[in-house]
């Protein structure tokens, strides 16, 4: 007879919980089965779960939670491209835009991106005349990926000059208006629906910025990604600077489609495909490996139990590289807004934590900012390290290594601890880490790590039975924002006190 969710639950919750000492010390191979390497581009990323409270009990306890919880038939629909978000009734296609599903998505997405690559190559050519700067306004996935990947990748090297703007705060618009040129600049409008009010908001200003600086034909420097193309059409964009993508492409995951368009543009149509194929590599690892060999549920495995056992309630991701200083911030999208559910995917309250706090920051400043609470606070936090082997600068090779040492040496206090008979010096180590450590950070190895979180929070769903597809938490704050604007709605007595001191009443 199968196990159910409730039953394997049953059994995780009673499994002894081993220090990490105790583990280390209990199997001496302990490193090789919780570590493993995935082979992207022209390196490879190794994966260690060693260092958190992970055993093989545990991980044969969360198999059978898996396979309750259908993991490998959802692991099927998704690569199929059949219904995985039933409250909209949509597929979740991104990885088509890799390579990887429904023969028939994969066709179209492998169009769309050839036309977007055509659009690129031509604007390096000359194309529309001299190029020097873009900026791209979005939102939400929008914005979040393109700018995570621009500032990874390009950096000085970058083909065009990007900024990227999705604060509706005019401070954010004029910022990227002061470094550019209007007569060397386009502008791309990033909206899946191409009415996102923020994003279209933007968009007017920009336009009005390049008339009032001479430019003859503004809407002529815009160019529209979008999946309702027809909407970009009405608000006035040539339909030959309109780069579609599909509806079944959620926003938080469209940084493989036309959404990617300012980081092909920055860093050459040649390594976006790399970023491409480096995803794609992910995507098959996570099709393909069963259990305890499949790294996004590993990661997932760790993640419930951290969460749902031990009472966590938020997950730290600290990059020990500047070129990932955006890389918490994307997956705070991706995590939180995908997993940060309160219902099961049939519509069911849930009665367990669901997603997590995602929060994070880059190393070595944040040691002297939030690590205190990490070494010696009251909050379990289980912390993801990230670095690359290679450095990202040609200085002097003791800064990189300091780096390492650091991340490295950070863990390894975590985990051992140090006693101290003074209370104020004592650290009661036994906290958990992982740590992903890449060869080097480039355009295949950004794309293999996005795709292996992509993947992650997939799994923690499955696992949880909750739909990471919709996002209807989101649409309640912009709803009240509308009537703000309409006028004449009644408030609690605190919003319409601030209304009223902002005269907006």
């Known amino acids: 007879m199968a196990t159910s969710r409730k039953t394997a639950w049953e059994k995780l ?27 992207v ?123 990227v703007v999705s604060n509706i705060d005019g401070v954010a618009l004029e910022a990227a208006f002061s470094a550019c040129d209007p007569a060397t600049t386009l502008i791309a409008v990033a909206s899946k629906t191409f009415t996102t009010i923020e994003t279209m908001t933007n968009a007017a200003s920009a336009l009005k910025w390049l008339a009032d600086n001479g430019v003859a034909d ?29 509806e079944s492409v959620g926003g938080r995951y469209s940084l493989w489609s036309s959404i990617g368009f300012p980081v092909a543009l920055a860093i050459g149509s040649e ?14 690892h996570f099709r393909d490996a069963e259990g305890r060999a499949n790294l996004p549920l590993l990661a997932a495995f760790a993640d419930q139990y951290y969460t749902r056992l031990r009472a966590c309630q938020t997950r730290a991701v600290f990059c020990y590289d500047e070129r990932l200083g955006l890389l918490p911030d994307y997956l705070q999208q991706l995590e939180m807004e995908s997993n940060g559910k309160s219902v099961t995917a049939s519509g ?58 650091n991340c490295f040496a950070q863990g390894a206090a975590l985990m051992a601890g140090r006693a101290s008979a003074d209370g104020a010096r004592n650290y009661p180590g036994d906290r958990p880490s992982a740590t992903i450590l890449c060869d080097d950070l480039d355009p295949a190895t950004l794309g293999a790590l996005i795709a292996f979180h992509e993947h992650r929070t997939f799994a923690n769903a499955v696992l949880m039975g909750i739909n990471p597809f919709d996002q209807f938490g989101v649409e309640l704050g912009k709803d009240i924002a509308r009537q703000i604007e309409k006028g004449g709605a009644d408030f609690d007595p605190s919003t319409a006190a601030l209304l009223a001191a902002a005269g907006l009443d």
């Open 218 to 246: 503004p809407l002529g420097r815009v160019i529209a990604l979008t999946a309702y193309p027809e909407k970009a059409v009405e608000w006035g964009v040539d339909e030959t600077r309109i780069l579609p993508f599909a």
């Open 13 to 39: 919750e009673g499994l002894p919980r081993p220090s990490l000492a105790q583990l280390f010390a209990a199997d001496p191979a302990r490193v090789e089965k919780m570590s493993a390497r995935l082979e």
């Open 348 to 405: 069911d309250p849930v009665d367990f934590p669901t997603a997590p706090i995602t929060w994070g920051g880059v190393g070595t400043d944040a040691q002297h900012a939030v690590f205190q609470l990490l070494h010696q606070g009251t909050n379990l936090v289980p912390v993801d390290f990230i670095a690359s082997i290679a450095p990202g600068d040609d200085l002097d090779p003791a800064h990189h290594r300091i780096l390492l040492m």
């Open 271 to 284: 390594d976006f495909a790399a970023m491409l194929g480096g995803a794609a590599a992910m995507d098959v």
């Open 41 to 163: 581009g022209e390196g490879g990323v190794l994966f260690d779960w060693s260092k958190t409270h992970l055993s093989d009990d545990l991980i044969a306890a969360f198999e059978e939670l898996a396979a309750a919880s259908d993991f490998a038939e959802m692991r099927r629909r998704l690569f199929a491209g059949e219904v995985v978000n039933p409250s909209e009734n949509r597929a979740a296609e991104h990885t088509a835009l890799r390579g990887v599903g429904k023969e028939a998505s994969v066709e179209e997405a492998g169009a769309l991106l050839a036309r977007m690559r055509l659009l690129v190559d031509a604007i390096h050519e000359g194309a529309l005349g001299e190029v020097r700067h873009l900026i791209h306004i979005g939102i939400g996935g929008s914005a979040l990926g393109p700018a995570l990947a621009v500032d990874a990748l390009a950096r000085d090297l970058a083909l065009v000059d990007v900024h």
